[in-house]
């Protein structure tokens, strides 16, 4: 299938060969729904937690005690991690320079996500020596289910100047994991790496891949990841898309968390399983309150909302080709023209865990229509499986 000009072609830097997802025993069940067997692994519904604006990141005195706010990341948690949390550890040593805390002072983080866990081994870095997690539960959670690209897609910032705050922290964060993955960082050096990312060329109206924001664009202006690409790409399918190549950095979230985990135990900080119904249940001098979604209770922050990711974890792929990620709009041809978001990829493949198909970004939805779960695993296949060419057996 040739869906590209001459002139890409001619003009391409790059003719890359990559092998394609495979699922052979793809299913849709009598209702036209996926079903959850061989190839897909499972399929994952899960939350990210957005805030209206920028995240919270403050810090404030009530009488002895200082709270810290570190949440509202949405789908750009990983990608904002180390700035955010710098940014909240200087805040606090404002406060505890004004309160004339010393390095025993107790600390409660609440919240066990990568905001909570990290910022508590960067408090321990910086000298403290009592601290506890407290956290609901550290399983199932967005920091967990993520899918680990670093790119400035899925934030709900409202202006110009918000939107540079937060590429601001993205920056900072890219350097962290520069650092990470030369060996140099104070916390983990490990689970993150370069990767290529593959999106559309085509203009609106046109079909196949559409042009994209892969949200990795303020990194390459800024000359910090290389200046995307134009070429083409060849799936072993034998589907072949003029599309731009983007490079950026890839984290492996199961890695990086047990990495966590493991430096936590070394140095003695506890996750205390428990649910905080109150900030004002918590007693000791400093607060951090990294509790995602559960913010918009325990802060009564209101800007504070869901927006639902759908992903299917694949098995038995042939991963050790399928280092790269793909994130397009894509139209399909002959179908009836789409108006997705430009900065939302229909066409999402990233090769975390066993590899993982998705993604859904829905807002103000907090996951529980199971039937409209069903028909957008349905959707996510479907549309996959135009770009990657694999059958899909009847059942
Ligand atoms: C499908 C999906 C894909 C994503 N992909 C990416 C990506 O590619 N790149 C990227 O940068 N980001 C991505 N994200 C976003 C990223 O995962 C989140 O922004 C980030 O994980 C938020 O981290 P967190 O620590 O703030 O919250 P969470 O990981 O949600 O952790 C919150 C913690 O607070 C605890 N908690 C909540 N309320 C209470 C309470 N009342 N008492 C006690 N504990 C409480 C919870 O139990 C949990 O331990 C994705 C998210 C999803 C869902």
Not at 164 to 173: D, G, H, S, V
């Amino acid at each position: 299938m040739a869906l590209f000009s001459s002139q890409v072609v001619h003009s391409a830097p790059f003719y890359d060969q990559l092998e394609a997802v495979q699922l052979d025993d793809a299913h849709f069940d009598a209702m036209g729904r996926v079903e959850a067997v061989g190839d897909i692994d499972r399929k994952v519904v899960c939350l990210r937690p957005m805030r209206k604006g920028l995240p919270e990141i403050s810090a404030e005195s009530l009488g002895e005690q200082v709270r810290v706010h570190l949440y509202g990341h949405g789908g750009s948690g990983w990608t904002l991690l180390w700035g955010s949390v710098d940014k909240a550890v200087t805040l606090f040593e404002e406060k505890a320079r004004e309160h004339e805390f010393n390095d025993q002072v107790p600390i409660t983080v609440i919240g066990a996500g990568c905001m909570g866990k990290a910022v508590a081994l960067s408090l321990y870095h910086a000298g403290y020596r009592s601290i506890r997690i407290i956290a609901e539960q550290d399983s199932r959670i967005a920091s967990l289910n993520s899918t680990g690209y670093l790119a400035m897609v899925s934030l709900a910032t409202e202006n110009e100047t918000e939107k540079k705050e937060a590429e601001q922290l993205a920056i900072e964060t890219l350097k962290g994991y520069q650092r990470v993955d030369s060996g140099t960082h104070p916390i983990i050096n490990e689970g993150v790496h370069l990767i290529d990312v593959y999106s559309g060329l085509g203009k609106e109206g046109e079909e196949g891949p559409l042009e994209t924001y892969t949200g990795i664009e303020p990194f390459a202006e800024a000359g910090l990841l290389p200046k995307p690409e134009k070429g083409v790409v060849e799936f072993s399918t034998g589907v072949s898309y003029p599309m731009q190549k983007f490079r950026t950095y890839f984290m492996d979230t199961a890695v990086i968390m047990a990495a966590f985990d493991r430096e936590l135990r070394t140095r003695n900080i506890p996750v205390i399983h428990k649910t905080v119904d109150s900030l004002d249940d918590i007693k000791t001098n400093v607060v951090f309150n990294c509790s995602g979604l559960g913010a918009g209770k325990l802060n009564h922050d209101d800007r504070v909302y869901p927006n639902m990711g759908l992903l299917l974890d694949l098995a038995h792929q042939p991963l050790n080709k399928l280092d790269y990620i793909i994130y397009t709009r894509y139209q399909p041809p002959g179908a009836p023209k789409r108006s997705s978001p430009v900065d939302k990829a229909d066409i999402y493949f990233m090769p975390r865990g066993g590899g993982l198909l998705g993604a859904t970004f829905i807002d103000h939805n907090d996951g529980s229509d199971t039937a409209l779960n069903e028909a957008l695993f349905t959707r996510i296949l479907r549309e996959n499986r135009q770009f990657f060419g694999y059958p899909i057996n009847p059942h």
